[in-house]
């Protein structure tokens, strides 16, 4: 899945704001930190409720068809939940064959000796943001990270997002896994996720995997949490052609329920540290026992073949990408002092205010004024360093 990093990388200036607006300025920080305390005394409580009241579920792995609820309410079974016709949107997704007329903006584009890492997104007419995303892990195999991705259990030893996860069913019929995952955000409410997903193996060691938003009797809703109601995700794992390298090619679309341009800017600001942090445990991941074919049923021990005549083909009948060829970064790049500046601190509290502001849609006028100006001021500042620092023309 696409994931949202750290709000803390946060990076721009708002020297301007703070010059002209001194009072209003100081105002904003002290409304940040009560935010903040109450935000700790919430989480504080959360934690208390859970630990008292935590019981255990069972976990449902059944030959049937046992019964389940989609985003709409309307009851079906689990089998109904993940099919062929979404691997089929899903392959036209990753192929860009939907949405051509769409105006796609590029996010990020950067890599070094072992990474390469390219997004953008669009804003359909109806819906969420969509994103499609490129990665390139050298020295790896499509196994590897076909089972890195799908291990949460070693996702929530590096993932610091991720708190809580489960499975809660498994039909052995077509592999239809269903499973619900606890994020948390900074200052936000956690955001509950309760999604099937179903695994399918392609030509030349090509994966594909399809996850959307469900309901299940096992995941009652909870006041403590904000569940996630539109959750389309899928991705295409496949050796780069000539390398001993692999690309994971992302869709990924949601309504978490943040505000869209700050969530954008979380997202293009802290997505390489991110994807350098799960690389790094990638790497450590090929040194554990990582057995995913245990006798426990999973996705990915009951992996389906892609159907016939499904998978998508270039002009010459084969189903690998063109390589893709990346510079690794020398140079250009600053590094953050241990001692965060005056400035910095001073950008931090702005941008964490305005999210909190923003994200809970009660936001005054004034506060919106402000924080478009400043949005407007750091993406003039990305635009300017990420011809510095990003890699360009590939």
């Known amino acids: 899945m696409v994931k949202m990093a750290d709000l803390g990388l946060f990076q721009g200036s708002a020297e301007e704001f703070w010059r002209e607006n001194v009072y209003g300025g100081w105002a904003t920080l002290v409304a940040v930190l009560v935010i903040l305390a109450w935000q700790c005394f919430k989480g504080f409580l959360y934690k208390k409720t859970s630990s008292s009241s935590g019981s255990s579920s069972t976990v449902g792995v059944s030959d049937s068809n046992p019964i389940a609820s989609g985003s709409g309410g309307s009851q079906f079974r689990?089998?109904?939940m993940v099919t062929?016709?979404?691997?089929?949107?899903?392959?036209?997704?990753?192929?860009?064959?939907?949405g051509q007329k769409e105006k796609w903006d590029n996010v990020i584009e950067k890599g070094n000796d072992l990474l390469y890492y390219s997004a953008k997104c669009c804003k359909p007419k109806v819906g969420p943001v969509k994103y499609l995303s490129v990665t390139i892990f050298e020295d790896c195999s499509p196994e590897m990270?076909?089972?890195f991705y799908m291990d949460n259990g070693y996702r929530k030893q590096w993932d610091k997002m991720l708190i809580e996860h489960e499975q809660l069913n498994v039909d052995k019929n077509n592999g239809v896994e269903v499973g619900r995952t606890i994020k948390k955000f900074p200052l936000l409410t956690p955001r509950e996720y309760v999604l099937a997903w179903r695994l399918w193996e392609g030509k030349d060691k090509t994966f594909y995997c399809f996850v959307k938003e469900c309901e299940h009797s096992l995941a009652p809703r909870q006041k403590k949490y904000v569940r996630v109601s539109t959750f389309r995700s899928g991705w295409r794992i496949r050796k780069v052609p000539g390398r001993n390298a692999c690309e994971i090619k992302m869709y990924h679309q949601e309504d978490a329920g943040l505000n869209v341009e700050m969530a954008k800017l979380a997202f293009a600001k802290g997505i390489w540290s991110y994807v350098c942090k799960m690389d790094s445990a990638l790497r450590k991941y090929s040194t554990i026992s990582n057995d995913q074919s245990s006798s426990a049923a999973t996705a990915v021990t009951l992996l389906k073949k892609v159907p016939p005549g499904l998978?998508?083909?270039d002009s010459n009948g084969a189903t690998s990408a063109e390589p893709i060829v990346h510079r690794p970064i020398t140079g250009g790049e600053r590094k953050l002092s241990r001692r965060p500046s005056k400035k910095l601190l001073a950008n931090g509290l702005l941008l964490v205010g305005g999210l909190v502001c923003l994200s809970r849609g009660r936001s005054s006028l004034g506060a919106k004024v402000a924080m478009a100006y400043i949005l407007t001021k750091l993406n003039k500042r990305g635009a300017s360093s990420s011809q510095n620092g990003d890699i360009a023309g590939i």
């Open 78 to 80: 689990v089998s109904e």
């Open 311 to 313: 998978e998508a083909t």
């Open 84 to 98: 062929d016709a979404d691997l089929k949107l899903l392959i036209e997704n990753l192929d860009e064959k939907i």
């Open 145 to 147: 990270l076909r089972d």
